[in-house]
């Protein structure tokens, strides 16, 4: 079956715009995460959606991140003000369910540059 | 806190040739998964492995083994005979169950850059 995607694959800024990052995780999986993947972070934890539970934001960097679920399928994380240092690939994952031992199937990543 | 440390930032290897990479994790979890994933030059995560904390069989998949020692708090991958292929940065992982209810999360380790040649 289809796996996770993501969209859009590369995405262009400039400093102070807002940007919207999009996963469509694998059908039927209730588990949504979104990790950053930086030079100098590593791969980073930043929220996690587990059915109509209220969002683990507790990986959120700063007040500009947000993300939202949508009918328990499709999320988008919106960067407000990005900054510089907001540049990083953002990965999607998401799982059967949100059980802590459920292996974690990822998408290709959104690569974002803030200019 | 959990931690997730991978000393090898690089390894070169030729063809054929065996290779280890390592993988060292801390957690007050008496209950937690290991996972291995490969990064290959696409980007794409793509998960090998996951191992409980109550089973530290050996385990081997074709080329692939891991060695998981609970008491030495490592989870170790071997690549027999590596092939170019398998170049690719390699990550481990842990997720417990935690104190919070949020442990689905995983903790990664900073990730092992295999480069195979001929």
């Known amino acids: 079956g289809a796996g996770v995607s993501q969209s859009p694959s590369n995405k262009v800024t400039e400093k102070g715009k807002d940007v919207e990052l999009r996963c469509d995780p694998i059908?039927?999986?209730?588990?949504l995460y979104w990790y950053r993947q930086s030079l100098g972070q590593g791969l980073e934890f930043l929220i996690y959606?587990?059915?109509?539970?209220?969002?683990?934001k507790s990986g959120l960097p700063s007040d500009r991140f947000s993300a939202e679920r949508t009918g328990g399928s499709v999320s988008t994380l919106t960067i407000q003000r990005t900054q510089q240092e907001d540049s990083a690939v953002y990965l999607c994952?998401?799982?059967?369910?949100?059980?802590?031992?459920?292996?974690?199937?990822f998408g290709p990543g959104t690569r974002l540059t803030v200019l | 806190a959990q931690k997730v440390t991978q000393a090898q930032t690089e390894i070169s290897v030729v063809e054929k040739e065996d290779v280890t990479l390592d993988c060292v994790y801390e957690?007050?979890?008496?209950?937690?998964?290991l996972f291995w994933y490969k990064q290959p030059p696409s980007g794409e995560l793509v998960f090998l492995i996951r191992?409980?904390?109550?089973?530290?069989q050996n385990e081997i998949s074709g080329r692939y083994s891991w060695n998981f020692q609970k008491s030495t708090s490592s989870f170790n991958f071997t690549i027999t005979a590596s092939q170019v292929v398998d170049s690719a940065v390699y990550f481990c992982?842990?997720?417990?169950?935690?104190?919070?209810?949020?442990?689905?999360?995983?903790?990664f380790g900073t990730g092992t850059r295999l480069q195979v040649t001929l």
């Open positions: 994952a998401s799982s059967h369910s949100g059980s802590w031992y459920n292996e974690q199937f």
């Open positions: 059908s039927g999986h209730t588990a």
């Open positions: 959606f587990q059915g109509n539970s209220a969002p683990d």
């Open positions: 957690t007050r979890d008496t209950t937690y998964y």
């Open positions: 191992r409980n904390s109550f089973d530290e």
């Open positions: 992982a842990l997720s417990g169950e935690g104190s919070t209810g949020t442990a689905s999360k995983l903790t």
